[in-house]
């Protein structure tokens, strides 16, 4: 009784508007995908201002490059973006091939076989790479079952890659001039055919399942109240952060370069480009945090749909490794995109003739959509900060390189 | 109010579906093990294989090498390492041999009879001096050709799938050094090898090495007993 006497005494003032508080979220928390440090200004839980500290990844990969020959850079693409590691691989490979073109001496083109090999395998990393988005944004939100669904089957895939280059996450399987042959895979050979079946066979279990997905997470009505409406990133908006990939088609931007700017041989394939659109009956507009997750969700169809139309042309037959002396680029300097599962991933290389680079620059879409972070969870409440990372789908291993 | 209602038919109409997909995976079979008790490769359950080209623990096989240390050279991590002594110009360790690749994955290395060593995989073929593995017991079971009685053998066309040349040896080598704790697994190393003694093992003893101290990893191949016992002997019997 004398407690409470004392504390009654004490005079509380009360001031309408509070200090603002900073709130450090990660470097180790579960929901940064890595390692991301949000310094948080925070007035009540309503976030004044959210200034993402990134570096704490950072490997040197571009400086690092100078030193290393061209084919050894290719290891090292493996661990930017680990989860589509892939994709990186191709990226890079694509950006050193266009650079070997400009030298007119040197008459090289990539087989049709690896071509239709870098498609099959790359459609097939983007799946795995938004299988995992997908099963992580569910954690992050609080449905933890979906998590264990996605890896599930990304462990199919990653078993046929483990098949087919030897490794299970960092491949270095996309070379110059072609594709590795470690694993030799000789046309018509009964390896071949088990490993177009296995595909085929992930395709027909798979296809049906990202309804069965859609149905557990994306028409939930918990997951929808806490995705529906919140960030809105406009088209204007997305354009000006240097937003790509999804993150762009979420905000209702119909750009994709495989179609707009055909590489490779995506010309010869019959797929559409999800655009986000309002969704009246969960109360989504266009550009919102599930418009971003719905188009990862449908983009995997879509991939599906890649795959399956290589399986049914079959694999050409012939090399799967262009006939390149030495990697040695001739002077000039080249920049080249392509579209990974992430985004616009840009190569820019110098070169001055040696066998190694002279600068080499990564641009990496998640360092772009990351920059849009500050401005869109501008007024909102800390747990919709989780749902913004989750929905931007970054890896740290690509903001820092 | 109507809206109220509708809302909380949603709510629980969603959950419920939800409830129905995971209720369904309730009744088969798990896909996880519980890993150091229940092993992935083992024969228990979830029965998989090591895919063949696995990139594991990189092993040398220290008889063929002949110290070109082009693997040194292209390793991205300089995890490999390399000293050796040349020989006086003009001498040579052993002669140039023929590595037989086998179509069951088997291989056997020794020289071919006859005066043409770069014999084509068109009629049969003898090998002699048909050198001995060392290695670790897995590795010599994968690689040992079943009918190697003797110092002879002679292999018919059929089985033969290539036939590879190995240059002379002319390097004693010292050290070579490789340490498997700054390995990234690359796989370039193993592809620029020319005689293809530098391999990664693709069984359960190259995925599985972990030791309890950093320094168990630098894995270190010496030659000098090879030198000093079977090798000589076996240049000798050559000539």
Redesign the interface.
């Given at each position: 009784m004398e407690n409470t006497q004392q504390t009654e005494s004490k005079i509380i003032e009360l001031k309408p508007f509070a200090d603002e508080m900073v709130v450090n979220m990660g470097p180790q928390h579960p929901s940064t995908h890595g390692v991301l440090r949000l310094e948080l200004k925070l007035d009540g839980e309503v976030v004044r201002e959210a200034i993402p500290h990134i570096g704490y990844l950072h490997r040197c990969f571009e400086k690092h490059s100078e030193n290393?020959s061209y084919?050894?850079?290719?290891?090292?693409t493996?661990r930017m973006d680990y989860v589509a590691a892939m994709n990186q691989n191709w990226g890079f490979c694509l950006a050193v091939e266009k650079l070997l073109e400009a030298d007119e001496s040197r008459d090289f083109e990539v087989p049709e076989r690896a071509e239709y090999l870098r498609v099959l395998i790359c459609e097939l990393n983007r799946i795995a790479s938004h299988l995992l988005s997908f099963g992580t944004y569910g954690m992050d939100i609080g449905a933890f079952?979906p998590f264990l669904?996605a890896f599930?089957d990304r462990?199919r895939l990653l078993?046929l890659f483990?098949?087919v280059c030897?490794?299970r996450l960092?491949y270095?399987y996309i070379r110059i001039g072609g594709v590795?042959?470690?694993?030799p895979l000789e046309p018509g050979s009964i390896t071949e055919q088990n490993f177009l079946d296995e595909i085929e066979a992930f395709l027909d279990y798979f296809e049906p399942l990202i309804d069965?997905y859609n149905?557990?997470?994306t028409?939930?009505?918990?997951f929808a109240e806490r995705t529906t409406g919140v960030a809105v990133m406009s088209a204007e908006m997305a354009l000006n952060y240097g937003a790509t990939g999804p993150n762009l088609r979420g905000s209702g931007v119909d750009w994709d370069l495989r179609r707009d700017e055909p590489y490779s041989i995506y010309d010869r394939f019959d797929f559409d480009v999800p655009v986000a659109v309002d969704v009246p009956e969960l109360g989504s507009v266009v550009g919102d945090c599930w418009s971003r997750y719905k188009i990862r969700m449908d983009e995997m169809k879509e991939s599906v749909r890649i795959v399956r139309q290589i399986l049914a042309e079959g694999l050409p037959s012939g090399p799967v490794m262009a006939d390149l002396k030495a990697v040695r680029p001739p002077k000039g300097e080249i920049y080249f995109r392509s579209e990974a599962p992430r985004g616009e991933l840009g190569f820019y290389i110098v070169s001055d003739g040696t066998p190694k680079p002279v600068r080499l620059k990564g641009r990496s879409p998640c360092f772009s959509a990351l920059s849009a972070l500050q401005e869109l969870s501008q007024g909102l409440m800390v747990a919709d900060i989780i749902a913004i990372i989750g929905s931007i789908d970054i890896v740290m291993g690509e903001v820092d390189r | 109010m109507d809206k109220y209602i509708r809302n909380i038919y949603r709510g629980v109409y969603t959950v419920l579906v939800g409830m129905r997909v995971t209720i369904k995976q309730f009744f088969e079979p798990n896909v996880t093990h519980q890993y150091p008790y229940e092993h992935d490769y083992e024969k228990k359950r979830n029965v998989r294989e090591i895919p063949k080209g696995y990139r594991g623990q990189l092993y040398n096989r220290m008889e063929d090498c002949i110290g070109c240390k082009k693997c040194e050279m292209i390793c991205p991590v300089d995890c490999i390492t390399i000293t050796g002594t040349k020989l006086p110009k003009g001498e040579q360790l052993w002669d140039s041999m023929n590595i037989v690749h086998l179509k069951d994955g088997r291989e056997a290395i020794g020289i071919i009879e006859g005066d043409d060593k770069k014999a084509k995989s068109e009629d049969s073929v003898t090998l002699t001096n048909i050198t001995s593995r060392q290695g670790p017991q897995e590795v010599i079971d994968r690689l040992e050709p079943s009918g190697d009685a003797g110092r002879i053998q002679t292999f018919s066309s059929d089985e033969i799938s290539r036939i590879v040349t190995r240059n002379p040896v002319v390097f004693y080598l010292d050290q070579f050094d490789i340490d498997m704790s700054l390995c990234m697994y690359c796989g370039l190393c193993t592809e620029v090898c020319p005689t293809e003694c530098l391999t990664m093992k693709d069984t359960l003893a190259g995925v599985e090495y972990s030791k309890f101290d950093r320094s168990d990893l630098i894995f270190r191949f010496d030659k000098q007993e090879m030198y000093n016992k079977s090798g000589t002997e076996d240049i000798e019997a050559a000539d």
């Open positions: 290393l084919p050894q850079i290719i290891p090292f493996d079952t669904y599930r462990e078993l483990e098949k030897g490794a960092t270095n590795s042959e470690i694993i069965v149905e557990l997470l028409k939930n009505s918990i | -």
